[in-house]
């Protein structure tokens, strides 16, 4: 028997938004549902996620600050645009490029979340790619821990399921996800127990959806026998976590260069009409959002640098991908740019 759909929208109130009983399933939903996240093998072929990551590095190299990826004497942090985090762009209509949306559209990927949300009719984040370079060539970066989860503590049930689409290894010594494992079922819990007091400069409009823990936040899911696993995957493995998931980012060990593409899918009924227009013109804006597809719906902005004291424009930035995808019906439902 399948699991019963997830009643909740955003103008559902909490209560009503729990998550309900789900029987066995046989397949990875049981390990999503019990442990917050799951590993789908070969979503893509290992082929697509090569010549994704290859399109990722061609894009890369498109800014001509002197990056070459057959030449590592020139895998210098200098060399690259702005990004955040060590490796996530944010910016340069990087999350429209043809090769995210092809992606975006694949049916390995879409599947998995189709059979989760229990519908095809799904809308998608428009979430970047990651393309770290190892620390072993281009120096560390900040690699302190930054647990947190990408679901505001007012929601309550399960809301948005990210991922994470492997074009590159992930192994135990590589860049990668790390989960507190079955953290996601006691969000709710957590929260009761410790509820958020004082001041949350973290909470802007942009990143309503975001909460930062502390060590003794940690500490308290450790008592309750949760674990940090770092999920290991490999080239065309999609990775899903529940965003009520404690999760970050961990920089590798290795010389790989860590290439993903994040994709988020949330059923198009959850997204009202007046978001589903402010998706449309972000999408035609070829902008980068958050990891959210139906709701929170803000632009990260152009690029910005500083000039003589002022903040002006990142000359590199671009109004448009270098290759614009194909504006498919299925393209244009996913964008929300079509309604269903």
């Avoid at 899903?240 to 998931?245: A, E, G, K, P, V």
Wanted: proline share 6%; aromatic share 12%.
């Amino acid at each position: 028997m399948a699991p019963s759909l997830i009643e909740t929208a955003e103008s559902v109130t909490p209560v009503q938004s729990k998550v309900q009983e789900r029987s066995l399933t046989g397949d990875w939903r049981d390990d999503f549902f019990r442990d917050g996240y799951a590993v789908i093998k070969n979503a893509l072929s290992k082929k697509h996620a090569q010549q994704y990551q290859s399109d990722a590095l061609t894009w890369l190299e498109s800014f001509g600050l002197g990056f070459d990826r057959n030449d590592k004497r020139t895998w210098k942090k200098e060399n690259l645009p702005q990004n955040w985090k060590g490796g996530m762009y944010l910016h340069f209509s990087a999350a429209h490029e043809k090769y995210m949306w092809d992606i975006r559209c694949d049916p390995g990927v879409i599947e998995p979340f189709a059979k989760l949300w229990e519908t095809d009719e799904l809308v998608v984040s428009f979430d970047t790619v990651n393309i770290t370079l190892p620390q072993s060539i281009v120096g560390e970066y900040d690699s302190t821990p930054w647990p947190h989860v990408d679901q505001a503590p007012e929601r309550r049930g399960l809301r948005c399921v990210q991922g994470i689409v492997n074009l590159s290894e992930a192994g135990p010594k590589d860049g990668g996800l790390v989960v507190m494992k079955k953290s996601a079922p006691l969000f709710d819990q957590f929260f009761d127990e410790n509820p958020v007091k004082g001041p949350t400069p973290w909470r802007t409009a942009k990143h309503e959806d975001f909460h930062p823990f502390q060590e003794k936040d940690l500490d308290w899911y450790h008592s309750q026998g949760c674990e940090l696993i770092k999920v290991c995957a490999e080239p065309g493995d999609l990775i899903l976590w529940d965003s009520r998931q404690m999760h970050w980012a961990q920089f590798g060990e290795s010389d790989l260069i860590r290439t993903i593409a994040y994709v988020t899918y949330t059923p198009a009924k959850w997204m009202s009409e007046e978001d589903r227009l402010v998706k449309k013109d972000l999408f035609e804006n070829y902008e980068t959002t958050t990891h959210w597809p139906h709701t929170n719906l803000f632009s990260h902005g152009k690029a910005k640098v500083e000039v003589d004291g002022q903040e002006v424009e990142d000359p590199l930035e671009r109004d448009e991908p270098i290759t614009k995808p194909i504006k498919t019906e299925k393209l244009l439902k996913l964008a929300g740019a079509l309604p269903y």
